[in-house]
């Protein structure tokens, strides 16, 4: 639903924790530590010892090589672990696209296992998290940058470095394996810092910027369930950029972001100096912004060090923005909040997916999400819930096995032949816990029906890597073309309801797979 109340708040400030930066070629360490962000202490699984983890960052071009070292020792929590590179294709490498019973076996503790894949032709805004069952939840996330020279929206902006980077996360006070199936997050984090609901006046993140200058923030929604509405106070935000994909220049007053999603907007440090609040309100947990709740501080350069006096932003005219939205010119003002948007891709595309109608893909899924009506209480897909397989679903290609009905797990792996144009209709039912985002590894797709609406945008529709489904009764529809041999999972990127099942896999190209360098070791 695209409304939103927003709340009168103050808060108290103090400075935000700095960021590490390595890559391209990097050892990963994953570790135990006691960390406070909201004022609770209690043990993470952190890259590094930190939350968020490092920026990752590179040019694009790069081949990364990453050495994630397992260091994991509290059995409180999984002591095993994986590392995926949410949005990065890993063409020619799906051993190295990180989940655990897909692509690869869990990094024992103890042990590591080395990453290494190109960035190709691929820039932009990306993160890294673990990749088995919910750990990701319990602190293992971080940001991932691919600098393009050449990008073509420099000129729209002065400052674009790891100051200007946004991560909003939720956080929970009990480790996840014993948080229940869904648990409710306790607190959000901004930049790693945030402020829970009785709890201490703990620091916020504090976001500094120069009057005159136009700053790229990459927005990172790191989020294990929370969508979140992002606005900062008094500016508007001018999007260039959707889960790595550039797109023409659109401005909002806010962005609804989901799990897993990544914007890059234009800010304009063009307002009186002063300070501003910075807010991300979720659609589940403490919301508002009382004391200092899901909040952080924008602060100009010669402000006070002192609390933010603006107010929330006031829709006296709600529009609603659709995908299918006919093509706007760039830097037309919306007043409105960003949804599932309607920004038209930047760069043209060369191939677009399939002919402009309903019948113009040449395979057709329709997913049907649902759940389980006995105990244990799990997500289903087309009547199939995604158990992980004994062994990886790609080590079972690489052993010969290529058909659905000899994938592992049983009903949940779909096989898919290369060079065809697949268009996929995800349906939420009645599966509780709507609306549902759900991420595609191995590609980014076009939005061509979004939740919400009944038109078909087969001119511009947006192009992402993680889409929500809709609330109940409500559905999506995408296109992609298969040209990425390899097991790609599709999930839901709440974490929980991917671990309760809801997922697929699918087996692009099984034959042309089998014919890939092997993944290094053997589980």
């Known amino acids: 639903m695209c409304f939103f109340l927003f709340l009168v708040v103050t808060a108290v400030l103090t400075p935000a924790a700095l960021a590490i930066i390595i890559g391209p070629v990097a050892d990963l360490h994953i570790v135990n530590a006691d960390i406070a962000p909201d004022g609770f202490t209690r043990s993470g699984v952190l890259a590094e010892g930190t939350f968020p983890g490092p920026l990752i960052t590179g040019t694009k071009g790069n081949t990364f090589r990453l050495n994630v070292i397992n260091r994991l020792t509290d059995v409180t929590m999984l002591k095993s672990t994986s590392i995926h590179w949410h949005g990065l294709f890993q063409k020619g490498t799906p051993w ?48 991932f940058v691919i600098y393009d020279p050449n990008d073509p929206h420099k000129d729209l902006y002065d400052v674009d470095n790891e100051d200007t980077v946004i991560t909003l996360a939720d956080w929970y006070h009990t480790v996840a394996p014993a948080a229940g199936i869904v648990p409710t997050s306790d607190s959000t984090l901004i930049n790693g810092l945030g402020r829970y609901a009785g709890g201490p006046t703990s620091p916020l993140a504090v976001i500094n910027v120069v009057r005159g200058q136009r700053y790229r923030f990459r927005l990172v929604s790191i989020s294990c369930d929370p969508n979140f509405m992002f606005s900062i106070d008094g500016h508007k935000l001018t999007i260039i950029e959707v889960d790595g994909v550039n797109h023409v220049p659109l401005v909002v007053d806010s962005i609804q972001i989901y799990a897993g ?55 006296l005219k709600p529009l609603f923005i659709c995908l299918n939205s006919p093509l706007r010119t760039p830097a037309q003002y919306v007043d409105h909040f960003l949804t599932d948007i309607s920004v038209p891709i930047l760069i043209p595309v060369t191939i677009k997916p399939g002919a402009p109608d309903i019948n113009g893909a040449d395979i057709n899924l329709n997913l049907a999400l649902g759940i389980t009506t006995s105990p244990p209480i799990q997500f289903t897909i087309n009547n199939a819930t995604f158990v992980p397989p004994t062994v990886p679903v790609l080590l079972q290609i690489l052993s010969g096995a290529t058909t659905a009905s000899s994938l592992l797990p049983a009903g949940s792996v779909y096989t898919l032949p290369l060079n065809r144009v697949i268009q996929i209709t995800i349906s939420s039912g009645l599966a509780p816990g709507a609306p549902h985002p759900f991420h595609l590894h191995g590609h980014t797709f076009d ?47 709440i974490d929980w309801h991917l671990e309760l099942g809801l997922a697929i896999v699918l087996a692009e190209d099984a034959p042309g797979t089998s014919a890939l360098v092997a993944p290094p070791g053997k589980c």
């Not at 696209?97 to 691929?122: E, H, K, M, R, W």
């Not at 979720?282 to 006070?304: C, D, E, K, M, Q």
């Open 96 to 143: 190295a696209d990180g989940p655990s019973f897909v692509s690869q076996c869990p990094i024992a503790p103890g042990n590591s296992f080395l990453y290494t894949f190109s960035s190709a032709d691929q820039a932009g805004t990306f993160w890294y998290h673990s990749h088995l069952s919910t750990q990701y939840c319990d602190g293992l996330r971080g940001v």
């Open 261 to 315: 999603q990544r914007y890059s907007f234009v800010l304009n440090a063009n307002q009186v100096v002063a300070n501003y609040w910075i807010r991300a309100n979720p659609n589940v947990g403490t919301i508002g912004f009382l004391g200092g709740l899901n909040s952080a501080i924008l602060r100009y350069n010669g402000a006070p060090i002192a609390d933010p006096f603006t107010l929330g932003p006031i829709y």
């Open 447 to 493: 939005v061509i029906r979004s939740a919400g609406s009944l038109v078909y945008n087969y001119a511009n529709p947006v192009r992402r890597d993680v889409v929500s489904a809709g609330g109940p009764l409500d559905s999506v529809t995408i296109r992609f073309e298969t040209d990425n041999s390899g097991p790609w999972f599709l999930h839901c990127h």
